[in-house]
């Protein structure tokens, strides 16, 4: 019996020894699923193993998740029961599940002039966890919509769409060339410098001009100017003009004397003026060495020192504006530098209206004229030639050019000369003063607010 009894028990422990070891190694299970998706930067929660029967605190975990890079983590789970080592294991996904996002330059929505020549204006491509991957964007166009698909590492992507509609809603661009005001004097001259006019859909662009100036009548009067594209959108800039008034300088006098100083003529030219009481306007050149003191004497004298060029050659000063400008430059610091004072008054070698500049530069004149208004300087031609540099022959001549020429009704803007031994103006300036303040005219020197008198651009 006793030895029977000696079996079962025997028996017993070996069934618990086997199943034992069976059972040990099932005795550690895993809190939740083996397999877990986390999203990346999402906090992981370890939610742990547990032992059955026996004390948790025994389980080590080891290994750590980096939520901040997509990828596979295993972390162990090790626990020693009974002298024997158990353990299992758990996988965390870190996983990217956020689209990239893409964004159209110009938005999604674009107004074209053609459907089929629409140029893409542009569009970026960001993952939040790839970065910048604009150069992944697949593009592709349907009729008149664009899509835009791109694709993340993890294989997250994302279409967005661009429509082309063809619309026009965009107004011609008109711009003035030249300034939006002029003050020209009464009887002058007034070339309408003209527009710019582009569009973005229309070659063909209408504009209408509308309002005349009329020199002779004071007054402002206004141009308006209209362009229409092919879509019928409009736009339109307007221009004014003041003529002065002709009685502020109707009957004045200016005299200019032209391509001085000289020795032998400005003292003279001086002397007289001085005499008679009259002021005068110099449009000075460097040509005679050791004459600079006849400009600081103009200056000093109440005249107007105005600018006409360093050289006067017009081969050299008509080839380009550039050439033109280093020139103007030249006389300009030169005579600052004599009188102290910058001059803005200006007249062209040849006036504005000369046709000598298109054997040098074709358009030069027109481009000059315009420009120095810009610039700010006031340029004068003139409207009655004493004819010393062409067809006057003797001081009679002279004299009879000038006052045969005059006009109460205007303002009188004559062109003689100073250049060396001009004894035919010289001999007629007395009569000529003589014969203004007899008839009622009044002489006066050209400054900033003399208003222009121009001629027509010829080249
Ligand atoms: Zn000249």
Redesign the pocket.
Known sequence: MAKKILFVIIFILSLAALGGAVFIHHIIHLNGESVVYLSLNDEYHESGARLDLLDEDNIKIIGEVDNTKVGDYKIKYEANVLGIKVSTSRTVKVVDREAPSIELVNGETVNVCSVEGYKEDGYKAIDNYDGDITDKVKVERQDNIIFYTVSDSSNNSVTVRRYLSRKDDEKPDLKLKGDSTYVIAYGANFQDPGYEVSDNCSTNIDVKVEGQVDTSKGGIYEITYTATDENNNTSSVKRYVKVTDHTSNKGVIYLTF??GPTTSSTPKILEILKRKNVKATFFVINHEAGSDYLIKQEYNEGHTVAL?SYT?NYQKIYTSTDAFYDDLQKISDKVERLTGEKSMITRF?GGSSNTVSRNYQKGIMSQLASEMKIKGYHYFDWNVDCGDAGGAKNSDDVYNNVVKNLSKNRSNVVLMHDFANNTKTINALERIIDYGLANGYRFDKIDMTTPMVTHNVNN
């Open positions: 032209d391509d006409h006067h070698p």
